[in-house]
């Protein structure tokens, strides 16, 4: 390894030991938003089966998605986006477009 590269690194660790320690504040904190997976389905008016079926994904998927376990991403975050801003309507296109 390279003599800079491993100054960089080494200085990297120190920053994060001494942010972990609360003894320096980040630089820069990345937040990202996530869906309420379990309220848009609530407001659904849909159980964990249903609604799973309804957007294509599994139980166990629509699961781990209330449990914050995982984050939906793509298109299927844009789905629930779309049934979040309104969920009886999406609702009844989904059920259409399913049969």
């Known amino acids: 390894m390279k003599d800079e590269l491993f100054t960089d690194l080494m200085s990297s660790a120190e920053e994060m030991v001494a942010i972990e320690n609360g003894e ?3 630089r820069t904190v990345h937040q990202y938003q996530t869906l309420d997976v379990k309220a848009i389905r609530e407001a659904s008016g849909k159980n964990r089966n249903e609604f799973a079926e309804i957007i294509g994904a599994s139980y166990e998927t629509v699961k ?3 449990n914050r376990r995982r984050n939906p991403s793509g298109v299927t975050k844009k ?3 779309l049934i979040q ?3 009886r309507k999406m609702i009844e296109l989904l059920n259409k477009s399913s049969r």
């Open 24 to 26: 320096q504040k980040p």
């Open 85 to 87: 801003d309104n969920p």
């Open 64 to 66: 781990s998605w209330e």
């Open 79 to 81: 789905l629930l986006t």
